[in-house]
Protein backbone atom coordinates (compact mmCIF):
# COMPACT_ATOMS: atom_id res chain seq x y z
CA UNK A 1 0.00 0.00 0.00
CA UNK A 2 3.04 2.42 0.37
CA UNK A 3 4.21 1.85 -2.73
CA UNK A 4 1.06 2.84 -4.07
CA UNK A 5 0.43 6.01 -1.63
CA UNK A 6 4.17 7.09 -2.91
CA UNK A 7 3.26 7.06 -6.55
CA UNK A 8 0.27 9.24 -5.70
CA UNK A 9 2.06 11.32 -3.60
CA UNK A 10 4.57 11.86 -6.20
CA UNK A 11 2.04 12.62 -9.18
CA UNK A 12 0.39 15.14 -6.43
CA UNK A 13 3.77 17.00 -5.98
CA UNK A 14 4.15 17.82 -9.77
CA UNK A 15 0.85 19.09 -9.85
CA UNK A 16 2.22 21.50 -6.74
CA UNK A 17 5.43 21.87 -8.38
CA UNK A 18 4.40 24.00 -11.41
CA UNK A 19 2.05 26.20 -9.11
CA UNK A 20 5.82 27.56 -7.67
CA UNK A 21 7.23 27.47 -11.30
CA UNK A 22 9.23 24.66 -10.42
CA UNK A 23 8.35 23.01 -14.16
CA UNK A 24 12.40 22.12 -14.43
CA UNK A 25 12.75 19.44 -11.37
CA UNK A 26 9.25 18.22 -12.49
CA UNK A 27 11.08 15.32 -14.62
CA UNK A 28 14.19 14.58 -12.57
CA UNK A 29 12.39 14.67 -9.46
CA UNK A 30 9.82 11.98 -10.74
CA UNK A 31 12.57 10.02 -12.06
CA UNK A 32 14.32 10.21 -9.08
CA UNK A 33 11.28 8.98 -7.30
CA UNK A 34 10.18 6.06 -9.73
CA UNK A 35 13.49 4.93 -9.42
CA UNK A 36 13.73 4.52 -5.64
CA UNK A 37 10.27 3.08 -5.85
CA UNK A 38 11.53 0.35 -7.91
CA UNK A 39 14.48 -0.19 -5.69
CA UNK A 40 11.95 -0.67 -3.01
CA UNK A 41 10.45 -2.99 -4.98
CA UNK A 42 12.66 -4.96 -5.31
CA UNK A 43 13.73 -4.86 -2.04
CA UNK A 44 10.15 -6.11 -0.96
CA UNK A 45 10.21 -9.10 -3.25
CA UNK A 46 13.57 -10.32 -2.05
CA UNK A 47 12.30 -9.46 1.57
CA UNK A 48 14.77 -7.10 2.71
CA UNK A 49 12.76 -4.52 2.88
CA UNK A 50 11.55 -5.49 6.40
CA UNK A 51 15.05 -5.98 7.88
CA UNK A 52 16.53 -2.63 6.05
CA UNK A 53 13.13 -0.52 7.19
CA UNK A 54 12.04 -2.24 10.40
CA UNK A 55 9.03 -0.77 10.89
CA UNK A 56 8.11 0.41 7.86
CA UNK A 57 5.09 -0.24 6.03
CA UNK A 58 1.16 -0.47 6.39
CA UNK A 59 -0.41 -2.99 8.02
CA UNK A 60 -2.92 -4.66 5.25
CA UNK A 61 -5.13 -6.37 7.62
CA UNK A 62 -6.62 -3.26 9.21
CA UNK A 63 -7.77 -2.38 5.45
CA UNK A 64 -10.15 -5.27 5.18
CA UNK A 65 -7.65 -6.92 2.56
CA UNK A 66 -8.41 -3.95 0.19
CA UNK A 67 -4.72 -4.19 -0.79
CA UNK A 68 -3.02 -7.65 -0.28
CA UNK A 69 0.63 -7.73 -0.88
CA UNK A 70 1.76 -10.75 -3.20
CA UNK A 71 4.88 -11.97 -5.32
CA UNK A 72 2.81 -11.69 -8.17
CA UNK A 73 1.40 -8.17 -7.91
CA UNK A 74 4.67 -7.18 -6.72
CA UNK A 75 6.24 -8.52 -10.04
CA UNK A 76 3.56 -6.35 -12.00
CA UNK A 77 4.29 -3.08 -9.65
CA UNK A 78 7.68 -3.08 -10.27
CA UNK A 79 7.05 -3.50 -14.48
CA UNK A 80 4.60 -1.06 -13.86
CA UNK A 81 6.97 1.16 -12.50
CA UNK A 82 9.76 0.56 -14.92
CA UNK A 83 7.41 0.85 -18.22
CA UNK A 84 6.32 4.53 -16.71
CA UNK A 85 10.01 5.18 -16.09
CA UNK A 86 10.73 4.91 -19.65
CA UNK A 87 7.35 6.71 -20.77
CA UNK A 88 8.25 9.97 -18.76
CA UNK A 89 11.50 10.28 -19.73
CA UNK A 90 9.64 10.77 -23.26
CA UNK A 91 7.16 13.21 -22.02
CA UNK A 92 9.18 16.29 -21.57
CA UNK A 93 10.40 16.02 -25.86
CA UNK A 94 7.30 14.82 -26.77
CA UNK A 95 5.39 17.86 -25.14
CA UNK A 96 8.18 20.39 -25.67
CA UNK A 97 5.75 22.54 -27.82
CA UNK A 98 3.44 22.37 -24.63
CA UNK A 99 5.64 23.42 -21.82
CA UNK A 100 2.88 24.68 -19.65
CA UNK A 101 0.95 21.34 -19.62
CA UNK A 102 4.12 19.46 -18.96
CA UNK A 103 3.30 18.69 -14.72
CA UNK A 104 -0.14 17.74 -16.20
CA UNK A 105 1.09 14.85 -18.57
CA UNK A 106 3.40 13.63 -16.16
CA UNK A 107 0.90 13.67 -12.82
CA UNK A 108 -1.45 12.03 -15.74
CA UNK A 109 0.58 9.03 -16.03
CA UNK A 110 1.75 8.43 -12.61
CA UNK A 111 -1.93 8.63 -11.45
CA UNK A 112 -2.49 5.75 -14.21
CA UNK A 113 0.29 4.25 -12.83
CA UNK A 114 -1.74 4.15 -9.30
CA UNK A 115 -4.41 2.29 -11.28
CA UNK A 116 -2.46 -0.09 -12.51
CA UNK A 117 -1.02 -1.25 -9.29
CA UNK A 118 -4.27 -0.87 -7.68
CA UNK A 119 -5.20 -3.50 -10.12
CA UNK A 120 -2.46 -5.87 -9.21
CA UNK A 121 -2.42 -6.03 -5.66
CA UNK A 122 -6.35 -5.60 -5.19
CA UNK A 123 -8.06 -8.20 -2.25
CA UNK A 124 -11.14 -6.45 -2.80
CA UNK A 125 -13.70 -6.35 -5.80
CA UNK A 126 -14.19 -2.08 -4.69
CA UNK A 127 -10.66 -1.47 -5.01
CA UNK A 128 -10.56 -3.77 -8.25
CA UNK A 129 -12.86 -1.26 -9.71
CA UNK A 130 -11.57 1.56 -8.56
CA UNK A 131 -7.80 0.31 -9.95
CA UNK A 132 -9.53 0.13 -13.50
CA UNK A 133 -11.30 3.56 -13.41
CA UNK A 134 -8.11 5.57 -12.15
CA UNK A 135 -6.44 3.69 -14.96
CA UNK A 136 -9.24 4.53 -17.77
CA UNK A 137 -9.72 8.41 -16.77
CA UNK A 138 -6.30 8.58 -17.12
CA UNK A 139 -6.22 7.40 -20.55
CA UNK A 140 -9.07 9.08 -21.43
CA UNK A 141 -7.57 12.53 -20.75
CA UNK A 142 -4.13 11.32 -22.72
CA UNK A 143 -5.94 10.21 -25.48
CA UNK A 144 -7.69 13.28 -26.19
CA UNK A 145 -4.84 15.34 -25.05
CA UNK A 146 -4.24 17.38 -28.37
CA UNK A 147 -7.68 19.49 -28.69
CA UNK A 148 -7.05 21.37 -31.95
CA UNK A 149 -6.29 17.91 -33.41
CA UNK A 150 -9.70 15.97 -34.66
CA UNK A 151 -8.31 12.72 -34.94
CA UNK A 152 -7.13 12.80 -31.09
CA UNK A 153 -10.69 14.06 -30.21
CA UNK A 154 -12.42 11.31 -32.30
CA UNK A 155 -9.87 8.80 -30.33
CA UNK A 156 -10.53 10.37 -26.78
CA UNK A 157 -14.73 10.46 -27.76
CA UNK A 158 -14.54 6.73 -29.15
CA UNK A 159 -11.93 5.93 -26.02
CA UNK A 160 -14.18 7.47 -23.22
CA UNK A 161 -17.42 5.53 -25.00
CA UNK A 162 -16.29 1.99 -25.00
CA UNK A 163 -14.70 2.26 -22.08
CA UNK A 164 -17.48 3.43 -20.26
CA UNK A 165 -19.73 1.21 -21.58
CA UNK A 166 -17.45 -1.83 -20.51
CA UNK A 167 -17.27 -0.35 -17.27
CA UNK A 168 -20.65 -0.40 -16.89
CA UNK A 169 -20.77 -4.18 -17.50
CA UNK A 170 -17.88 -4.48 -14.76
CA UNK A 171 -20.02 -2.56 -12.14
CA UNK A 172 -22.86 -5.16 -13.25
CA UNK A 173 -21.47 -7.89 -12.79
CA UNK A 174 -19.68 -6.73 -9.24
CA UNK A 175 -23.25 -5.98 -8.02
CA UNK A 176 -24.52 -9.35 -9.15
CA UNK A 177 -21.32 -11.13 -7.39
CA UNK A 178 -21.83 -9.14 -3.82
CA UNK A 179 -25.90 -9.80 -4.42
CA UNK A 180 -25.19 -13.84 -4.54
CA UNK A 181 -22.45 -13.77 -1.53
CA UNK A 182 -23.02 -10.72 0.59
CA UNK A 183 -19.32 -9.88 0.21
CA UNK A 184 -16.83 -7.84 -1.80
CA UNK A 185 -13.96 -9.14 -0.47
CA UNK A 186 -12.47 -12.03 -2.73
CA UNK A 187 -10.65 -13.98 0.12
CA UNK A 188 -13.82 -14.35 1.29
CA UNK A 189 -15.43 -15.22 -1.49
CA UNK A 190 -13.40 -17.82 -2.33
CA UNK A 191 -13.83 -19.88 0.49
CA UNK A 192 -17.56 -19.98 -0.38
CA UNK A 193 -18.90 -23.43 -2.03
CA UNK A 194 -19.72 -23.15 -5.62
CA UNK A 195 -22.57 -25.74 -5.10
CA UNK A 196 -24.80 -23.31 -3.20
CA UNK A 197 -23.96 -19.94 -5.42
CA UNK A 198 -27.09 -18.67 -7.07
CA UNK A 199 -27.32 -18.40 -10.74
CA UNK A 200 -26.50 -15.05 -10.81
CA UNK A 201 -23.51 -15.43 -9.24
CA UNK A 202 -21.93 -17.22 -12.86
CA UNK A 203 -23.36 -14.26 -14.91
CA UNK A 204 -21.73 -11.61 -12.36
CA UNK A 205 -18.28 -13.36 -13.31
CA UNK A 206 -18.96 -13.59 -17.14
CA UNK A 207 -20.43 -9.83 -17.12
CA UNK A 208 -16.57 -8.86 -15.60
CA UNK A 209 -15.13 -11.41 -18.39
CA UNK A 210 -16.80 -9.44 -21.30
CA UNK A 211 -15.80 -5.90 -19.67
CA UNK A 212 -12.40 -6.92 -19.25
CA UNK A 213 -11.94 -8.18 -22.64
CA UNK A 214 -13.23 -4.86 -23.93
CA UNK A 215 -10.58 -3.18 -21.61
CA UNK A 216 -7.56 -5.78 -23.20
CA UNK A 217 -8.91 -5.35 -26.71
CA UNK A 218 -9.31 -9.22 -27.11
CA UNK A 219 -11.27 -10.16 -30.20
CA UNK A 220 -14.65 -9.72 -30.61
CA UNK A 221 -14.39 -6.80 -27.95
CA UNK A 222 -11.31 -5.06 -30.23
CA UNK A 223 -13.34 -2.57 -32.78
CA UNK A 224 -12.99 0.40 -30.77
CA UNK A 225 -8.54 -0.21 -30.48
CA UNK A 226 -7.26 0.35 -34.26
CA UNK A 227 -9.10 3.66 -34.53
CA UNK A 228 -7.84 4.96 -31.05
CA UNK A 229 -4.17 3.65 -31.26
CA UNK A 230 -4.15 5.81 -34.64
CA UNK A 231 -6.55 8.86 -33.32
CA UNK A 232 -4.21 9.29 -30.01
CA UNK A 233 -0.78 10.91 -29.75
CA UNK A 234 2.00 8.52 -29.97
CA UNK A 235 3.19 8.31 -26.60
CA UNK A 236 -0.40 7.72 -25.37
CA UNK A 237 -0.52 4.90 -27.90
CA UNK A 238 2.55 3.47 -26.50
CA UNK A 239 1.06 3.81 -22.82
CA UNK A 240 -2.19 1.99 -23.87
CA UNK A 241 -0.13 -0.79 -25.97
CA UNK A 242 2.25 -1.73 -22.80
CA UNK A 243 1.44 -0.45 -19.38
CA UNK A 244 -2.55 -0.37 -19.96
CA UNK A 245 -2.85 -3.26 -22.03
CA UNK A 246 -0.40 -5.58 -19.32
CA UNK A 247 -2.11 -4.59 -16.62
CA UNK A 248 -5.32 -4.94 -17.45
CA UNK A 249 -4.47 -8.76 -18.39
CA UNK A 250 -2.77 -9.43 -15.17
CA UNK A 251 -5.63 -8.08 -13.49
CA UNK A 252 -8.09 -10.25 -15.42
CA UNK A 253 -5.72 -13.13 -14.96
CA UNK A 254 -5.76 -12.93 -10.77
CA UNK A 255 -9.58 -11.80 -10.85
CA UNK A 256 -10.02 -15.60 -12.67
CA UNK A 257 -7.88 -17.31 -10.09
CA UNK A 258 -9.19 -16.04 -6.76
CA UNK A 259 -13.21 -15.80 -8.43
CA UNK A 260 -12.31 -19.40 -9.48
CA UNK A 261 -15.17 -19.79 -11.93
CA UNK A 262 -16.12 -23.70 -11.91
CA UNK A 263 -18.92 -22.85 -14.71
CA UNK A 264 -19.22 -25.34 -18.22
CA UNK A 265 -17.24 -24.13 -21.36
CA UNK A 266 -16.16 -20.79 -19.60
CA UNK A 267 -12.26 -21.71 -19.73
CA UNK A 268 -13.18 -22.83 -23.58
CA UNK A 269 -14.89 -19.66 -24.43
CA UNK A 270 -11.24 -17.92 -23.52
CA UNK A 271 -9.40 -20.36 -25.57
CA UNK A 272 -11.93 -19.18 -28.44
CA UNK A 273 -11.40 -15.50 -27.88
CA UNK A 274 -7.75 -16.14 -27.70
CA UNK A 275 -7.38 -17.78 -30.67
CA UNK A 276 -9.41 -15.18 -32.36
CA UNK A 277 -7.72 -12.53 -31.02
CA UNK A 278 -4.44 -13.95 -32.52
CA UNK A 279 -5.66 -15.02 -35.60
CA UNK A 280 -7.65 -11.90 -36.66
CA UNK A 281 -4.99 -9.09 -35.24
CA UNK A 282 -2.11 -10.91 -37.13
CA UNK A 283 -3.95 -11.16 -40.48
CA UNK A 284 -5.46 -7.45 -40.67
CA UNK A 285 -2.45 -6.41 -39.59
CA UNK A 286 -0.77 -7.91 -43.07
CA UNK A 287 -2.96 -5.12 -44.66
CA UNK A 288 -1.92 -2.19 -42.79
CA UNK A 289 0.26 0.70 -43.86
CA UNK A 290 0.48 3.17 -40.45
CA UNK A 291 2.63 1.64 -38.48
CA UNK A 292 0.66 2.67 -35.47
CA UNK A 293 -2.83 0.93 -36.51
CA UNK A 294 -0.58 -2.04 -37.49
CA UNK A 295 0.70 -2.09 -33.87
CA UNK A 296 -2.84 -1.78 -32.82
CA UNK A 297 -3.90 -4.99 -34.51
CA UNK A 298 -0.34 -6.53 -33.24
CA UNK A 299 -1.49 -5.48 -29.43
CA UNK A 300 -4.61 -7.42 -30.10
CA UNK A 301 -2.87 -10.27 -30.95
CA UNK A 302 -0.63 -10.22 -27.96
CA UNK A 303 -3.48 -9.92 -26.02
CA UNK A 304 -4.21 -13.39 -27.45
CA UNK A 305 -0.93 -14.75 -26.79
CA UNK A 306 -1.13 -13.96 -22.84
CA UNK A 307 -4.77 -15.59 -22.92
CA UNK A 308 -2.98 -18.45 -22.74
CA UNK A 309 -1.83 -18.14 -19.34
CA UNK A 310 -5.36 -18.98 -18.33
CA UNK A 311 -4.66 -23.07 -19.60
CA UNK A 312 -2.57 -24.10 -16.45
CA UNK A 313 -1.46 -26.85 -14.24
CA UNK A 314 0.42 -24.87 -11.15
CA UNK A 315 -0.79 -21.20 -10.47
CA UNK A 316 2.41 -19.87 -9.78
CA UNK A 317 4.28 -20.87 -12.94
CA UNK A 318 1.50 -19.55 -14.98
CA UNK A 319 2.24 -16.66 -12.89
CA UNK A 320 5.29 -16.56 -13.60
CA UNK A 321 5.28 -16.82 -17.44
CA UNK A 322 2.50 -14.46 -17.48
CA UNK A 323 4.69 -12.01 -16.02
CA UNK A 324 7.88 -12.89 -18.13
CA UNK A 325 5.83 -12.47 -21.90
CA UNK A 326 4.37 -9.49 -20.55
CA UNK A 327 7.19 -7.59 -19.30
CA UNK A 328 8.99 -8.80 -22.85
CA UNK A 329 6.13 -7.40 -25.26
CA UNK A 330 6.24 -4.17 -23.15
CA UNK A 331 9.52 -3.57 -23.36
CA UNK A 332 9.53 -4.30 -26.94
CA UNK A 333 6.38 -2.04 -27.40
CA UNK A 334 8.17 1.11 -25.87
CA UNK A 335 11.32 0.68 -27.59
CA UNK A 336 9.65 0.18 -31.27
CA UNK A 337 7.22 3.24 -30.11
CA UNK A 338 10.88 5.37 -29.20
CA UNK A 339 11.75 4.83 -32.56
CA UNK A 340 8.00 5.49 -34.37
CA UNK A 341 7.69 8.37 -32.20
CA UNK A 342 11.45 9.98 -33.57
CA UNK A 343 10.34 8.94 -37.17
CA UNK A 344 7.04 10.69 -36.46
CA UNK A 345 8.31 13.94 -35.35
CA UNK A 346 10.98 14.08 -38.18
CA UNK A 347 8.44 13.30 -41.19
CA UNK A 348 5.10 13.69 -39.63
CA UNK A 349 4.44 10.74 -41.22
CA UNK A 350 2.97 7.55 -39.41
CA UNK A 351 3.41 5.21 -43.00
CA UNK A 352 5.48 2.69 -43.27
CA UNK A 353 6.87 4.75 -45.98
CA UNK A 354 8.14 7.10 -43.62
CA UNK A 355 10.82 4.11 -42.50
CA UNK A 356 11.84 3.65 -46.06
CA UNK A 357 16.14 4.20 -45.62
CA UNK A 358 16.65 4.85 -41.83
CA UNK A 359 18.73 1.89 -42.11
CA UNK A 360 20.91 4.10 -43.71
CA UNK A 361 19.83 7.55 -42.37
CA UNK A 362 19.69 6.43 -38.74
CA UNK A 363 21.26 3.35 -38.03
CA UNK A 364 20.67 2.77 -34.08
CA UNK A 365 17.12 3.43 -34.48
CA UNK A 366 16.76 0.82 -37.40
CA UNK A 367 18.70 -1.45 -35.34
CA UNK A 368 16.55 -1.01 -32.38
CA UNK A 369 13.14 -0.95 -34.28
CA UNK A 370 14.40 -4.37 -35.78
CA UNK A 371 15.07 -5.89 -32.70
CA UNK A 372 11.81 -4.60 -31.09
CA UNK A 373 9.83 -6.18 -33.87
CA UNK A 374 11.32 -9.21 -33.78
CA UNK A 375 10.78 -9.87 -30.34
CA UNK A 376 7.24 -9.27 -31.27
CA UNK A 377 7.39 -11.86 -33.66
CA UNK A 378 9.03 -14.22 -31.49
CA UNK A 379 12.39 -14.79 -33.16
CA UNK A 380 14.92 -16.00 -31.09
CA UNK A 381 17.85 -14.62 -29.21
CA UNK A 382 15.45 -11.70 -28.22
CA UNK A 383 12.64 -12.41 -24.93
CA UNK A 384 9.59 -12.90 -26.82
CA UNK A 385 10.75 -16.07 -27.93
CA UNK A 386 11.36 -17.69 -24.89
CA UNK A 387 8.14 -15.68 -23.68
CA UNK A 388 6.15 -17.36 -26.22
CA UNK A 389 7.96 -21.08 -26.13
CA UNK A 390 7.31 -20.40 -22.04
CA UNK A 391 3.17 -20.13 -22.72
CA UNK A 392 3.28 -22.53 -25.43
CA UNK A 393 4.85 -25.23 -23.44
CA UNK A 394 2.65 -24.55 -20.37
CA UNK A 395 -0.20 -25.40 -22.40
CA UNK A 396 1.28 -28.10 -23.68
CA UNK A 397 1.88 -29.50 -19.78
CA UNK A 398 -1.57 -29.31 -19.13
CA UNK A 399 -2.51 -31.92 -22.02
CA UNK A 400 0.08 -34.51 -20.52
CA UNK A 401 -1.77 -33.50 -16.57
CA UNK A 402 -4.94 -33.79 -18.03
CA UNK A 403 -4.96 -36.16 -20.69
CA UNK A 404 -8.58 -35.56 -21.94
CA UNK A 405 -7.54 -31.93 -22.26
CA UNK A 406 -4.24 -33.33 -25.06
CA UNK A 407 -6.31 -32.97 -28.65
CA UNK A 408 -7.82 -29.14 -27.21
CA UNK A 409 -4.15 -28.10 -25.97
CA UNK A 410 -2.66 -29.73 -29.09
CA UNK A 411 -4.78 -27.59 -31.41
CA UNK A 412 -4.77 -24.56 -28.97
CA UNK A 413 -0.64 -24.70 -29.86
CA UNK A 414 -0.79 -25.48 -33.13
CA UNK A 415 -3.03 -22.41 -33.85
CA UNK A 416 -1.11 -20.12 -31.98
CA UNK A 417 2.46 -21.12 -34.03
CA UNK A 418 0.71 -20.49 -37.38
CA UNK A 419 -0.51 -16.82 -35.87
CA UNK A 420 3.15 -15.97 -34.81
CA UNK A 421 4.38 -17.40 -38.25
CA UNK A 422 2.01 -15.06 -40.02
CA UNK A 423 3.30 -12.24 -37.56
CA UNK A 424 6.49 -12.04 -39.15
CA UNK A 425 5.20 -10.88 -42.48
CA UNK A 426 3.87 -7.55 -41.34
CA UNK A 427 6.96 -7.28 -39.07
CA UNK A 428 9.58 -7.66 -41.71
CA UNK A 429 7.48 -5.20 -43.96
CA UNK A 430 8.96 -2.42 -42.16
CA UNK A 431 12.46 -4.19 -41.42
CA UNK A 432 12.09 -4.30 -45.42
CA UNK A 433 11.68 -0.68 -45.69
CA UNK A 434 14.55 0.70 -43.33
CA UNK A 435 17.06 -2.11 -45.49
CA UNK A 436 16.37 -2.51 -48.40
CA UNK A 437 13.94 0.96 -49.79
CA UNK A 438 15.87 4.24 -50.37
CA UNK A 439 14.86 7.35 -48.41
CA UNK A 440 13.58 10.38 -49.80
CA UNK A 441 15.95 12.72 -51.26
CA UNK A 442 17.40 14.68 -48.64
CA UNK A 443 20.41 16.97 -48.30
CA UNK A 444 21.28 15.74 -44.77
CA UNK A 445 19.60 13.26 -42.53
CA UNK A 446 17.77 15.15 -39.77
CA UNK A 447 19.40 15.12 -36.29
CA UNK A 448 16.94 13.44 -34.19
CA UNK A 449 16.60 13.99 -30.61
CA UNK A 450 18.96 12.00 -28.46
CA UNK A 451 15.82 11.00 -25.64
CA UNK A 452 14.16 8.86 -28.50
CA UNK A 453 17.08 6.81 -28.87
CA UNK A 454 18.18 7.06 -25.50
CA UNK A 455 14.81 5.04 -23.80
CA UNK A 456 14.38 3.01 -27.00
CA UNK A 457 17.87 1.59 -26.21
CA UNK A 458 17.42 0.99 -22.69
CA UNK A 459 14.16 -0.85 -23.20
CA UNK A 460 15.69 -3.03 -26.18
CA UNK A 461 18.68 -3.80 -23.70
CA UNK A 462 16.42 -4.97 -20.95
CA UNK A 463 14.48 -7.22 -23.62
CA UNK A 464 17.94 -8.64 -24.52
CA UNK A 465 18.74 -9.20 -20.65
CA UNK A 466 15.38 -11.01 -20.03
CA UNK A 467 15.92 -13.50 -22.59
CA UNK A 468 19.84 -13.90 -21.27
CA UNK A 469 18.08 -14.38 -17.75
CA UNK A 470 15.04 -16.13 -17.68
CA UNK A 471 15.84 -17.76 -14.52
CA UNK A 472 16.24 -15.43 -12.92
CA UNK A 473 12.23 -14.34 -13.50
CA UNK A 474 11.46 -17.92 -12.22
CA UNK A 475 13.29 -17.21 -9.18
CA UNK A 476 11.06 -14.65 -7.95
CA UNK A 477 8.09 -16.93 -7.62
CA UNK A 478 10.45 -19.50 -5.52
Not at 40 to 46: A, D, F
Not at 363 to 381: K, N, R
Amino acid sequence: MEILIAVAGLGILCLIAEIFNLRKAIVPVTIAGLLATLVYVGLKITGKSAELFPGFGIDEASMNNMFITTKFGLAFTGLFVLLALLLIALTPQFQKDHKAKLSDFVATKLFLLTGAIALVSFGNLSMFFLGIEILSIALYVLAASEPKNLRSNEAGMKYFLMGSFASGFILFGIALIYGATGSFDLTFIGTINREIMPWWFNIGVVLITIGLMFKVAAVPFHFWAPDVYEGSPALTTATMSTLAKVAAVAAFFKLVIMLNPVMKGYLTTINVVAVLSMLVGNLIALRQTSVKRMLAFSGISHAGYMLLAFQFVSVTEAESNLFYYAAAYALAGIAAFGVIIAVNEAKQSEQISAFNGLGKTHPVLAAILSGSLLSMAGIPVFAGFFGKMMLFSQVLEKGKFIPQTKTAVLTLVLLAVISSIISVGYYFKVIIAMYNKEADAETEPKKLPWVYTAVAGVAIVLNLALSALPAVLADLWK
